[in-house]
């Protein structure tokens, strides 16, 4: 055997351990996010809900997937009279990051959303507004707005936001003289409430933590019919729980890998001074 075939042989077996190590010791970390948008549900008492359904994003830190209808026809709610006018958007996305973010709104025609690279939430208000009748007949009381819209966003460092955003909206009362116009905050305080006497309660930019710190639920609007109880919440954003996983080495340092790593370490060494030894004693020679 050769000089050179000695220094290649022990160079293999110096690769070979060299490999272990780095494998070993590079971390592989995958953090996990989810986040969805619903539009609108309405729920009757005694009833079937009815919803336009969900988008869902989520990502399991190798791939993500987005499911739903971003644009979700009214149609959906069935023969419901709450929504009399609107275009229903939502959107969610899911990183590998551990980040995501949900928008959800009831725009004009249209109109729709958009969520930016940070999460932000761009809403396109449409032309012709929006409106939920609250009580019909002769003296109808109604919510109208420009668009009603919430987003949220989550981390897998445990950090949440949300909010709501309702444009020019208002609760407009038809009397037998003129009608009485109440303005809505447009950027509500979390669990703003309104009262129309003898008609329905309003919740305002109403937030919730459904599976605890780190996630968050908002709903830009939530109305509570008193006459039969029915409720219709309007722009429903969920963000999280997304998980930090635990960095790993990509080959784990334990059993077979371990007393791999210390053979292929101690022959490397052994080799390397065979070498020296070899090379010595071919030029001595």
């Known amino acids: 055997m050769t000089l050179t075939d000695l220094r290649r042989r022990a160079g293999t077996v110096t690769a070979l351990a060299t490999a272990l190590v780095v494998l070993g010791a590079a971390p592989a970390s995958a953090d996990t996010a989810s986040a969805s948008a619903t539009a609108a549900s309405i729920t009757l008492l005694g009833g079937s809900p009815a919803s336009s359904g969900a988008v869902t994003a989520t990502h399991d830190g190798e791939t993500g997937s987005t499911t739903g209808n971003p644009a979700p026809a009214l149609a959906l709610l069935g023969s419901q009279t709450l929504i009399t006018s609107g275009t229903l958007v939502q959107k969610?996305?899911?990183?590998?990051?551990?980040?995501?973010?949900?928008?959800s709104a009831l725009v004009g025609a249209g109109g729709g959303v958009t969520i930016g690279?940070?999460?932000s939430c761009l809403v396109a208000p449409g032309t012709g507004g929006v409106s939920l009748r609250l009580l019909g007949g002769a003296l109808p009381v109604d919510v109208l707005a420009d668009a009603i819209s919430s987003r949220c966003t989550a981390s897998s460092t445990g950090?949440?936001?949300?909010?709501?955003?309702?444009?020019?909206?208002?609760?407009r009362t038809t009397t037998l003289t003129v009608p009485t116009v109440v303005p809505l905050a447009s950027s509500p305080a979390v669990g703003a409430g309104l009262s129309v006497p003898g008609v329905a309660t309003l919740l305002l930019n109403g937030q919730t933590a459904p599976q605890g710190a780190g996630s968050v639920q908002v709903a830009a609007l939530s109305v509570s019919l008193l006459a039969d109880g029915t409720r219709v919440d309007v722009a429903t954003s969920t963000c999280g729980l997304n998980v930090a996983t635990v960095a790993v080495p990509a080959v784990p340092l334990t059993g077979w890998t371990v007393v791999a790593g210390a053979v292929v370490a101690g022959w490397a060494v052994l080799a390397a001074r065979w070498v020296r030894r070899r090379g010595v004693a071919v030029r001595t020679a």
């Open 159 to 171: 950090a949440t936001t949300a909010a709501s955003s309702l444009v020019n909206a208002r609760v």
């Open 117 to 119: 690279a940070d999460g």
């Open 92 to 103: 969610a996305v899911a990183n590998g990051d551990g980040t995501s973010a949900a928008c």
